[in-house]
């Protein structure tokens, strides 16, 4: 089993190509074939179910079978933790753009308190 950077790793370098997202925002409105998600790429058959095993290796996108269809699907839950490891560095911008408003609110009414080199 992977260890979570590992994983996030993985589903990292999955979402790093164009193509791969894009084929995530196609998923993200209902499952589809290989066929239905090649139709808006200049690409082979087989690049895209290249694309789609990354996307699976990187457990963002399952796989079915219903007789000859093999449908790919969004697997939403796996995207959680790229956003809970996002959501770290969110909070982190978010309070240093509060204490900059506050500095510069301060620069403003001629009251500058920051740091001095």
Known sequence: MQSEPD?????????ADPTRRAI??????GEASVNELAEPFDMSLPAVSKHL????????ISRGREAQWRPARLEPMALKGVADWLEHYR??????????????R????????GPRN
């Not at 995530?24 to 409105?29: D, E, G, H, V």
């Not at 909070?91 to 510069?104: G, K, P």
Request: proline share 0%; glycine share 4%.
């Open 106 to 113: 301060n620069v403003q009414k001629g009251k500058d308190d």
């Open 53 to 60: 095993k990354v996307l699976e290796k990187a457990g963002l």
């Open 7 to 15: 994983i996030l790793s993985a589903k990292f370098a999955a979402l």
């Open 24 to 29: 995530l925002a196609r998923l993200s409105q």
């Open 91 to 104: 909070r982190y911008w978010d309070q240093s753009f509060d204490r900059l408003e506050a500095y510069l």
